[in-house]
DNA sequence: TAGATTGTTAATCGATTAACAATC
DNA sequence: TAGATTGTTAATCGATTAACAATC
């Protein structure tokens, strides 16, 4: 058993949420040359404190070197490391709406490691035409196809009702991770998976949050 | 001058980003012809302490009375009020890709109250040719565009290389607000503008990051 | 009125920041 | 060695939860 956390202490929500942004900026300093860089540096580029640099990278281990600072590749690859890059998880997308296809074509996956398996839908009129080389296949074959490949995520692009219906199905092959933008609460809780779901209007009523805040004030 | 909030003192971010998930739990209990409901009742819908809730409404009024609870409606037009649902924001998407397009056809910008005027993008190939059945534009139009209808919201979804100048020419043309997809850090720290960064990668590798502490753990 | 439930204050909890000893 | 910067503990800050008086 691999010990990521030095002593097993549970790691926050919050250093976890924001590891992700540190691996986009580790990437950033590889792709400038930037070989080492001080906690104090890469604050200052983030808008963070060093401090709370510091303690995140602390929670997983001591990634750094007194009077010298951060090694950049060494900490891009543990970082990438801690966030399962290297274990090459597997993925299906389920609903070819617009959405779906824009996901299928998007290169966000390959860049972290997971790779799109199989495309699926209930519509005839796209099954059997690939999507950026991957498969559309039914619906009916979903479970049959994640058992074989051993699927770990299921993205699910399809609308709110038939969510949770194929999160069930999907669940019951083997699917361990959603990656849920169909804005349905799954109620999986007899399963043992790990939802992340994706209200992408949720954000732009934060922001039309701030712009109404903004003409209020000017009244 | 409008006052949300009772005595002018700050909202803290926690509360405004779960702002959006009371307006779409409110807005499924209207769906359901429930017309009051308590604090407690609603914290267990979603798995929430009543306090909390109490604690967030009331950071904007007393939407209750006690003894009943909320009147559901008023409540949901409260937070849609708070929200700028009734402001009517109008918003134009930059980059007619895959997720530019699944954006322009999703029907999340209307359901909450802004409306899109305007398509950009660079390529002949698409210009003219309307999605939705809004026009495509080139953008050499999108500065006269932004301006003439008085465009409150951009909704970046280009490539990183070109999203820092287009940022900056919207922000000149009046923008007020950027959904930012393209993945870049927009520095438009000279402009008075809000903007709310949408990394979709993120998520996906909190996702992974849980699926892999599961497998080590099963080492 | 009695019961219910809010609005609000006080207590707790957790996360962030500051400080500094350890050490490269 | 001296200077720099981490790892880590302690202090602070803010957010969440609990409690209860106010009141419908």
Request: glycine share 8%; with cysteine; hydrophobic share 40%.
């Amino acid at each position: 058993m691999i010990q990521d956390d030095k002593n097993d202490k549970q790691i926050s929500q919050a250093v976890i949420r924001r590891l992700p942004r540190y691996y986009r900026y580790l990437r950033e300093l590889i792709r400038n040359n930037i070989l080492r860089i001080s906690s104090r540096e890469l604050s200052e580029k983030m808008k963070v404190t060093a401090s709370q640099i510091r303690q995140d990278l602390n929670c997983f281990g001591g990634f750094g070197q007194q009077g010298y600072g951060y090694n950049v590749k060494y900490l891009y690859n543990e970082i990438s490391r801690i966030l399962g890059v290297d274990k090459h998880f597997t993925a299906v997308i389920i609903g070819m709406g617009n959405l779906g296809k824009a996901l299928a074509r998007n290169p966000l996956f390959e860049k972290r490691g997971v790779s799109i398996k199989g495309l699926f839908d209930i519509s005839p009129d796209i099954i059997g035409k690939p999507c950026n080389g991957i498969p559309v296949m039914s619906m009916n074959l979903v479970t049959e196809f994640c058992v074989i490949n051993s699927i770990d995520i299921a993205v699910l692009t399809l609308p709110k009702s038939e969510a949770a219906s194929a999160a069930e199905t999907l669940a019951k092959a083997g699917i361990k991770g959603f990656w849920n933008f169909s804005n349905m609460e799954l109620s999986l809780s007899e399963y043992d998976v790990k939802i992340e779901n994706i209200h992408l209007g949720d954000t732009l009523m934060t922001l039309c949050y701030e712009l109404a805040r903004d003409l209020d004030e000017k009244e």
